[in-house]
């Protein structure tokens, strides 16, 4: 938000992440270079920054909110965080519980590929090789407090480290933000129908297990959503992996019976302490095959 008012200014160049192609060449050209965020978008500019800039000559900066330059959690275990089973969990979970789990859970699809950070430190290694070191500095932890325009060329960042508390400023040519993208609330499309959406403490839609709208019992009809109930069904949400999954719950919801059946569990991990129903023990018969759970592919 405090460089919002820069991105449409001509002379500076502040773009998002989505347009870096688009701007590269300008970019590689700017003397000074400040990259913004953590994720997989942010490690890939600053990689293709660091290899295209002179060795001790780079001048980059690369900064971002998270604790750590993070590894993506793709671990089969931990992937585990996008089945069914856990959306269930989640799902069940008391509000304030949901609220402060889902900002800890960032390194599931914000982390960076561990190949993209291998080669940014090979990179940075083989600069440093003849006694040099990399004109670079990549910063955990820090977020962007204000910002604003030193005449017309330059962006003056004013900076705050969470865990420090101390503040510091940089000057920089050029910024790249790889903030990611913000989710489009559902509260426009459904206004006609605000008076009869029940919500949360937080004034988010409620949705129940089937992703339906938790309505006023007045209205007789039924809406479902995709993608926009990650406040009651976790990380999993807008994961393509669940798509079929969740696109059978609720043609099951809509029809009433299993029009598509589903296994009763997708994981082995057991998320909570209460009991769950076990799968039935896999038979050799034919006549028994539907009756044996299958388990959804994890991506």
């Known amino acids: 938000d405090p460089l919002r008012p820069l991105v449409d200014a001509p002379a500076v160049p502040v773009i998002h992440s989505a347009d870096y192609l688009d701007h590269r060449e300008r ?3 700017a003397e000074h270079i400040t990259v913004i965020g953590s994720g997989q978008s942010g490690a890939e500019v600053f990689l293709d920054l660091l290899r295209n800039r002179p060795a001790g000559r780079e001048k980059l900066h690369w900064l971002a909110r998270t604790p750590a330059f993070a590894p993506m959690e793709y671990s089969k275990l931990g992937l585990e965080q996008f089945t069914p089973d856990y959306t269930r969990y989640f799902h069940a979970l008391p509000e304030p519980v949901r609220n ?16 993209t950070l291998t080669d940014i430190h090979d990179e940075l290694y083989r600069r440093s090789l003849h006694g040099g070191w990399p004109d670079t500095v990549l910063t955990p932890g820090v977020f962007v407090r204000t910002a604003g ?13 969470a865990q420090q508390g101390t503040r510091s400023r940089i000057t920089t040519d050029a910024v790249i933000l790889a903030t990611g993208y913000r989710e489009r609330p559902v509260d426009t499309l459904l206004a006609a129908l605000d008076p009869y959406i029940r919500r949360d403490h937080s004034e988010r839609p409620r949705i129940d297990e089937n992703h339906r709208l938790v309505l006023d019992p007045l209205v007789r009809g039924a809406i479902h959503v995709q993608n926009a109930e990650r406040h009651t069904h976790g990380v999993g949400t807008p994961d393509l992996g669940l ?20 296994p009763e569990r997708t994981a082995f991990t057991t998320f909570g302490l209460e009991p769950r129903p076990q799968p039935r023990p896999r038979t050799t018969g034919s006549e028994d095959r539907r009756t044996i759970p299958r388990q959804l592919p994890v991506h």
């Open 243 to 262: 798509a079929a999954w969740r696109s059978a719950t609720i043609l099951n919801a809509i029809t009433g019976k299993a029009a598509y059946p589903l």
């Open 27 to 29: 970019l590689l050209a």
């Open 100 to 115: 402060q789990l889902l900002p800890q859970q960032w390194q599931l699809h914000k982390g960076i590929a561990t190949e």
């Open 149 to 161: 325009r030193v005449g017309t060329t330059r962006v003056e960042l004013h900076l705050e480290h």
